[in-house]
């Protein structure tokens, strides 16, 4: 990777639920679309595993192998995340991934599937991307404005940032939860 390049990036386990086999398919999409130079980082599992290396194998057939960059499962994720500039959650289905809230703190954009999870409810409202389910077109046009729009990044960043500290905060989680705790007893 180079000064000049964004990073798109994903931070999961490797599997079909987590979009794993999504990756170069929609990093081809969006090469399609742009000529901004970027790179996509797949953080998580291990290269050793069937849902990774089929991904690989798919990259290379696509001609996005250069562009493509897998990462196994480490002990520094915020690290990677920390110098993505668009996070995505290519999930099909996720309750809520505690790794948007990572994503959130670090100030970064957020785009994720509609139908998909607890991520619907952390970015409806205008503070994420949402697109259509599975749909990898519109996916990589919302992907491609990002990339073409360094204050729409950095907006969407601060808002969910502020969201993040508002409604998911230590101190409102634990006020909440010993609310919770005097309703249930009294």
Do not use: W
């Not at 002990?75 to 999930?91: A, G, Q, T, W």
């Not at 991520?119 to 990339?147: N, W």
Request: aromatic share 8%.
């Amino acid at each position: 990777m180079n000064d000049e390049e964004l990073v798109i990036g994903i931070a999961s386990s490797q599997e079909l639920r987590k979009g794993t086999d999504l990756v170069p398919l929609l990093v081809k999409k969006i090469a399609d679309r742009t000529n901004i130079k970027f790179k996509f980082i797949n953080l998580g599992g291990s290269s050793k595993i069937g849902p990774v290396k089929c991904s690989k194998l798919d990259a290379e057939k696509l001609g996005v192998d250069d562009k493509i960059i897998y990462v196994d499962h480490n002990k520094f994720p915020n690290d990677y995340i920390n110098i993505f500039d668009i996070f995505l959650l290519l999930s099909r289905e996720d309750p809520f991934p505690l790794v948007m809230l990572t994503a959130a703190k670090l100030k970064k954009p957020i785009v994720a599937f509609e139908q998909s999870g607890g991520a619907v409810e952390f970015l409806e409202g205008g503070f994420g991307v949402l697109t259509p389910y599975l749909d990898l077109d519109t996916m990589a046009s919302e992907i491609v404005k990002l990339l073409q729009d360094q204050h729409l990044r950095e907006n969407y960043g601060n808002k969910i940032q502020d969201k993040l500290e508002q409604e998911y905060s230590e101190k409102k989680l634990t006020t909440d939860i010993f609310q919770t705790m005097d309703n249930l007893l009294n």
